[in-house]
């Protein structure tokens, strides 16, 4: 079956960098978009970002606006968050995910846009 395995998690000091990847196995990305959510403890998850086959992006979360980013290798098969600043605030689990439908040079915000999913990285920012 067609997964998506994230990476790059990790403990990061206030002000400190990551960089998540998700990569497909068993297949490709296509011209389906790919994007990043995330669950912070207790609350609900929530869309951070997306980049269409295009190259098209959609940040949903204003907390990170202009800290994290999104891009792809196509050649690898791989999506990418850079995130930048990290603060204590961006803790929780991270997932990427990739939309049901192709060839939709759009991102969308709702998570039951998506149909497969990684378990997750885990991104913890020390106070």
């Known amino acids: 079956q067609p997964q998506v395995v994230e990476s790059g998690g990790g403990l990061v000091q206030p002000g400190g960098s990551l960089r998540l990847s998700c990569t497909a196995s068993?297949?490709?990305?296509?011209?389906?978009?790919v994007g990043w959510f995330r669950q912070a403890p207790g609350k609900e998850r929530e869309g951070v970002s997306c980049?269409?086959?295009?190259?098209?992006?959609?940040n949903y979360a204003d907390s990170v606006k202009d800290r994290f980013t999104i891009s792809k290798s196509d050649a690898r098969n791989t999506v990418y968050l850079q995130m930048n600043s990290l603060e204590p605030e961006d803790t929780g689990v991270y997932y990427c995910?990739?939309?049901?439908?192709?060839?939709?040079?759009?991102?969308?915000?709702?998570?039951?846009?998506?149909?497969?999913w990684g378990q997750g990285t885990q991104v913890t920012g020390s106070s």
């Open positions: 068993r297949f490709t990305f296509g011209y389906r978009a």
């Open positions: 980049i269409t086959w295009r190259g098209r992006i959609a």
């Open positions: 995910a990739v939309r049901q439908a192709e060839a939709v040079d759009a991102c969308s915000p709702d998570s039951t846009a998506y149909g497969t």
